[in-house]
């Protein structure tokens, strides 16, 4: 039984890295981290002003390993190359964290499987996941290789924490677990046993080489374009809460709807601490947790609790902690480590089935279109461009130097923080929107179109602006007067992105001159975007609208291959029946 568990837990490794490795690209961020290490690359030195967006701003920070190491990647192989090295991230977090513990293996795989899963829906391809991983790495110094013991030690973790502030603001944290490891070893040493398993004595002895590689970390993480002023960043991410939603606070409500296995852990965790013992005492022995696995569960409710985004860092605090614990309380039997090892099987059927992101190759068509660029290259819109945040990493990849946005994923280390407080209003607030079309003079706008999106009112309800490019990501508005003015008489008629599909559908079952117009708008949405379900549905009004059945059957097929048992393909076919009994009803 005991031969079979390495190659069940291969086998569980290999399909998670697989199924990871073939998620399609759908973090916003990334696109921007590609140009900013596109522009890296190619000026050869430290970025000082920005040059993707026109206000031109000093740039305060930038993460220059990460990203000009995701930009090499794009260039040797692709979206697919970044896909793989989003999978080997992964692959390094499992690693390091089964690494971190020198006994039980067999705890180590279930637990960290489950970590893993739980954290999925954070294993994006972009430097956080990268973060995760040194994260990990650091556990393994501090719970196998023991920070301190020895001068090298303390030069290797002055260099991991080097790397770390260059490759994302996350170092932060690993500051605060190593200062945390520092404060507790000097507990241990003064405590001289008399606090029990709380402060072991011999925890305590390394502690002075312990403080030299915090020094030294602190030092390392200095090393980066922010210096020490990379310690505003929790600073400056607060301008985005309520605004992004990986920065809003963690609820109840989210964790059962959203990241079950993330609830599942903390409880795990917290049981692990009441019940569990020490991996190093006999199993089956009950024993108190020490103040260091205290602090990392403490620092991790702390952190999961203050934004979603820090919930995949709690869980990753705390896997070590429950491995060492549930070691010292359960026998390490045959039947017991089998199954361990078949919960590393489970991992690739949970990602597949409850990952938002879609399988495949390249970009995720529903957060960027590469139809929409080529749109605006082949137009050539002139004037300032206004954008959705969300959007401007991927403008950046694909338009710049041609084009530059308005903002863009870097928010307060580049932009001016008053320019993206009114930018965030100015996405529903027409006011707001007004001053800054004031003061920027804007010309043309990308806006996020995605179904559900409310971004863009302004643009959407303002007769000075005409959509002139909508698909499932994207839509694009000139000024109706101006330099793009000639590009506005070929746009949309009626339709704007925030038009709802069911209002075209009831007005083309009128099939009065407005329904006439509005097949207008549905056939361009439909060559525009051939292979988005909404365009599909909303050729099928126009052909409602111009009492055409041939062409709605033609979109019926199409939708329903398309997308299988989407609602419109019922809703289409009402509406013509609809539209029929209208008709006959009529004297």
């Known amino acids: 039984m005991r031969r079979l568990e390495p190659w069940v837990v291969g ?97 180590a795989v279930p637990v960290v499987a489950l970590t893993i899963a739980a954290v999925q829906p954070w294993l994006l391809v972009r430097p956080a996941t990268a973060s995760f991983l040194l994260l990990a790495i650091l556990f393994v110094a501090i719970f196998r290789s023991r920070v301190g013991t020895s001068r090298t030690s303390i030069v290797g973790v002055t260099l991991l924490f080097a790397l770390w502030s260059n490759v994302h603001g996350f170092v932060l944290v690993g500051l605060a677990v190593i200062a945390g490891y520092t404060l507790y070893s000097f507990v241990c040493r003064i405590a001289r046993g008399r606090l029990g398993g709380l402060a072991p004595e011999s925890h305590g002895r390394d502690a002075t080489r312990v403080a030299a590689a915090t020094l030294g970390a602190a030092a390392g993480s200095m090393c980066n374009q922010a210096g020490i002023g990379l310690l505003t960043a929790p600073l400056r991410a607060s301008n985005d809460f309520g605004h992004i939603t990986e920065w809003e606070t963690t609820t109840f409500a989210f964790l059962v709807r959203e990241a079950p296995l993330v609830l599942v852990v903390v409880v795990i965790a917290i049981a692990a601490l009441a019940l569990g013992g020490d991996a190093a005492s006999p199993a089956q022995t009950r024993s108190s947790p020490t103040l260091l696995d205290l602090g990392l569960v403490a620092l991790a409710l702390v952190l999961g609790r203050s934004a979603v985004r820090m919930l995949p860092v709690a869980c990753i605090l705390i896997a070590p902690v429950v ?56 137009t050539k819109p002139t004037g300032n461009m206004y954008n959705s945040l969300p ?47 004031t003061e920027f003079k804007f010309e043309w706008a990308v806006v996020f179109a995605a179904e559900g999106s409310e971004l863009g009112v302004p643009i959407a309800h303002s007769p000075s602006w005409a959509m002139v490019y909508w698909d499932d990501a994207t839509a694009i508005y000139v000024r109706t007067e101006g330099p793009n003015a000639p590009t506005a008489r070929h746009g949309y008629r009626l339709m704007r992105h925030l038009t709802a599909p069911g209002d075209v559908l009831m007005a083309s079952v009128r099939r009065d001159e407005m329904a006439r117009r509005l097949a207008l708008d549905g056939r361009l949405a439909k060559r525009q975007a051939p292979d988005s379900p909404r365009a599909t549905f909303l050729a099928g009004c126009a052909a409602i609208a111009l ?14 291959l398309i997308r299988p048992g989407h609602p419109g393909l019922e809703m289409l076919r009402a509406g013509w029946d609809a539209a029929e009994s209208a008709g006959t009803a009529q004297p």
Not at 333 to 346: D, E, G, M, N, Q
Not at 352 to 369: C, E, I, M, N, Y
Not at 417 to 437: G, H, I
């Open 391 to 437: 959007l401007g990493g991927w403008l950046d990849w694909k338009l710049y130097p041609a084009f530059r946005t308005f903002v863009d994923h870097r928010q307060g280390w580049v932009h001016d923080p008053a320019v993206l407080k009114e930018y965030y209003a100015s996405e529903t607030d027409a006011a707001a929107f007004a001053r800054l079309a």
């Open 547 to 560: 009492d055409d059945r041939a062409s709605l059957d033609v979109a019926v097929a199409d939708l329903a």
């Open 11 to 107: 086998l569980g490794t290999v399909a998670a890295t697989v199924v990871l490795a073939l998620r399609k690209l759908a973090d916003f961020d990334l696109p921007g981290h590609l140009a900013v290490g596109r522009l890296v690359a190619t000026t050869h030195g430290r970025l000082r002003v920005d040059d993707l967006s026109y206000t031109h701003r000093p740039i305060q920070n930038v993460e220059y390993v990460s990203d000009v190491i995701l930009y090499f990647t794009s260039r040797l192989g692709g979206p697919f190359a970044l896909q793989v090295l989003g999978a080997f991230l992964a692959l390094g977090i499992a690693t390091c964290l089964v690494a971190s513990t020198k006994r039980a293996r067999w705890v």
């Open 323 to 378: 491995i060492r614990r549930i070691a010292g309380r359960l026998p390490d039997t045959s039947r017991l480590s089998l199954v361990a090892a078949v919960s590393a099987c489970l991992v690739a059927p949970w990602m597949f089935l409850a990952s938002p992101a879609q399988a495949g190759v390249g970009f995720d068509a529903t957060h960027f279109s590469e139809r929409a660029t080529d749109y605006i290259v082949a």
